[in-house]
C-alpha cells in the first residue's frame, strides 16, 4: 500500500504545471526545515522529513540551471559520453572566476531557481576550488535551492570537511539534496561500468562521510544511485549494509537497469537502453528549458546527460559574454525550429529521454 501511494503521488506531481510544481517544492523546503530544528528530540519527525525529501525531489520542474564547475571526469563510465569527448577537439578544463562572475551576472534573470552542480561530463570536487564556487553561487538571492552531484571518488578526508562546513553555513538549507553514482554493489560491476578501480575507496568515503553527517545532527537528503549491469539485480538491504553503515537516516537509494541513448551514441553489450520514446516528437523535449553554464563558458539548452555530443553543437544557445535575451532568443528559435519545421536537434535525434513540453 506504501508502494501504490508513492508512485500515484508521484505520477500526479509529475502532471503539475511548472509554476504549482516549484511553489510545492519550495513550501515543503520551508516544511522540512522546521521539522529539522529538533528532530532528534521528536524521533516521529524523521518519517516527516522523509516525506518532505521525497515530494522535493519530485518537484525540480524543468527550468533549474545546471552549473559545470569543471568538465574534466577521473572515470570513464561506459553510459557516458566523456570516453568518446576525449578523442575530440573540446577543451577540458575548470571553470575561471571569469567565467564564474560572468554566469553570476545572469541570475537575475532567472527567479526562484534551482541550481543543480551536474555537469554533462566531470566531476564537481575536481575543481579545486569546487566548495568555494558553491557558497558563492548559493549566495544569491534568486536561488532558493540547490543541488549536488559527485561520484565521490574525490570525496576524500579534506572535502568531506569542505562539504560539511557548505552544509553547516547553509542556514537558509537551500542545499537540501546530495546525490552520488556508484558503479553497482561489488568491485568487479564497479570498474566494469566506471573503468576504473575505485569502488573499495568510494565505499570508505561514504561511509566516512554518511558519519560525519550523523554526527553533526544534519538532515541533507543524500541519495545514492546505484548503476547496474544487465545481469545485476539490486537488493536494498545489501546497499544499505554496504554504504551506510552509519545508519544515517535521511539516505535514499534508487537504481539504473536501463540507460538513456540517441542515434550517434556509442552503445555497449554490457548495459540496457531505453527504447525510443513512440510519442510523436512534434512539441519540443521539455529538457531544452534547462540552462547548463559550462564550465568553458559556453551556455547551453542543457537537454539532459547526451545533450552534448561528440563534434555537435546543435543545443549551444551563445557564450557567457552575451545577454540573457540573447541566450533566450537563441533558445526561443531552437524550439520554434522543432515545432515548425521538425528540426530536431542531433542528440534529440533518436533519443530515449524525450518529454513533452508543457
Not at 541550481?115 to 557558497?135: N, Q
Not at 576504473?196 to 566516512?208: G, H
Not at 546505484?226 to 535521511?250: C, H, R, V
Not at 547551453?300 to 557567457?320: A, H, N, Q, R, T
Request: hydrophobic letters at 35%.
Amino acid at each position: 500500500m506504501k508502494q501504490k501511494i508513492k508512485i500515484a503521488t508521484e505520477l500526479l506531481l509529475n502532471r503539475l504545471p511548472e509554476k504549482p510544481t516549484r511553489f510545492i517544492s519550495l513550501l515543503f523546503s520551508r516544511i522540512k526545515k522546521s521539522f529539522s530544528k529538533n528532530y532528534q528530540e521528536y524521533t516521529w519527525q524523521k518519517s516527516l522529513i522523509r516525506i518532505c525529501d521525497f515530494i522535493i525531489v519530485r518537484t525540480n520542474g524543468n527550468y533549474f540551471i545546471e552549473y559545470e564547475l569543471t568538465n574534466i571526469c577521473n572515470a570513464q563510465c561506459i553510459f557516458c559520453p566523456y570516453p568518446d569527448m576525449l578523442r575530440t577537439e573540446k577543451k577540458f578544463m575548470h571553470m575561471s572566476e571569469t567565467i564564474l562572475e560572468e554566469s553570476l551576472s545572469k541570475m537575475t534573470f532567472f527567479k526562484n531557481a534551482l541550481i543543480s552542480f551536474t555537469p554533462t561530463t566531470g566531476d564537481t570536487l575536481l575543481h579545486p576550488e569546487w566548495h568555494r564556487y558553491i557558497k558563492r553561487i548559493m549566495a544569491r538571492k534568486e536561488i532558493k535551492q540547490a543541488t549536488f552531484f559527485t561520484n565521490a571518488i574525490k570525496l576524500d578526508k579534506e572535502n568531506q570537511d569542505q562539504l560539511i562546513q557548505l552544509l553547516k553555513n547553509d542556514f537558509t538549507q537551500k542545499m537540501s539534496q546530495i546525490y552520488f553514482s556508484i558503479g553497482g554493489l561489488d568491485k568487479e560491476t564497479y570498474k566494469e561500468l566506471y573503468k576504473v578501480d575505485r569502488f573499495e575507496l568510494v565505499v570508505n568515503q561514504l561511509n566516512s562521510f554518511l558519519q560525519k553527517l550523523k554526527n553533526e545532527k544534519m538532515t541533507t537528503g543524500v541519495h545514492i544511485h546505484l548503476k547496474m549491469l544487465k545481469a545485476n539485480s539490486f537488493d536494498s538491504i545489501q546497499a544499505n549494509a554496504l554504504l551506510n553503515t552509519a545508519q544515517y537516516p535521511f539516505i535514499y537509494f534508487s537504481h539504473s537497469h536501463l540507460y538513456y541513448s540517441n542515434d550517434a551514441y556509442h552503445r555497449h553489450a554490457q548495459i540496457q537502453y531505453y527504447q525510443e520514446s513512440p510519442a510523436i516528437k512534434t512539441k519540443a523535449c521539455s529538457y531544452l528549458l534547462k540552462t547548463r553554464f559550462a564550465a568553458d563558458g559556453s551556455i547551453w539548452s542543457d537537454g539532459c546527460v547526451i545533450s552534448e555530443m561528440p563534434g555537435d553543437s546543435s543545443l549551444k544557445l551563445g557564450e557567457s559574454n552575451q545577454s540573457m535575451q540573447e541566450i533566450e532568443k537563441a533558445r526561443t528559435e531552437l524550439i520554434r525550429n522543432w515545432e515548425t519545421h521538425q528540426m530536431i536537434p542531433k542528440p534529440c535525434q533518436g533519443c530515449t529521454v524525450y518529454r513533452c513540453k508543457k
